[in-house]
């Protein structure tokens, strides 16, 4: 299993458009046959900090999933519109690998 993670803050007064563009993003991902990303909120700490999830089984698929988005015209569309609802320079990614123990 292998764990792709976005952590970024949105700009203040921004957080209703940001969860309306995440709707359509998984919208269009799942209308693709793409997996959708789930949403964590804050409940504490950094305000307005928000990360996104997405699994999948292998590196392999996962890469196919990432070129599969970012060859989507639509796709890039709204995640572009997202990032103009996050704080500059706040995105940052993590790559995670599950250990088998």
């Known amino acids: 299993m292998v764990r792709e993670r976005y952590l970024m803050q949105v700009r203040d007064g921004q957080l209703e458009e940001f969860w309306e ?3 359509k993003l998984n919208e269009v991902n ?3 046959g793409r ?3 789930s949403f964590w909120a804050s409940a504490g700490g ?3 900090e928000v990360v996104a999830e997405v699994d999948s ?3 392999a698929s996962r890469q196919q999933q990432f070129d599969a988005f970012h060859a989507d015209p639509e796709a890039l569309g709204l995640d572009e519109k997202l ?3 996050l704080v500059e320079g706040s995105m940052r ?3 995670l690998e599950e250990v088998p123990v």
């Open 21 to 23: 563009i995440c709707r």
């Open 57 to 59: 089984p292998d590196h």
């Open 93 to 95: 990614s993590e790559l």
């Open 83 to 85: 990032h103009e609802c």
């Open 35 to 37: 997996r959708e990303f």
């Open 46 to 48: 950094v305000s307005n």
């Open 30 to 32: 799942r209308a693709r």
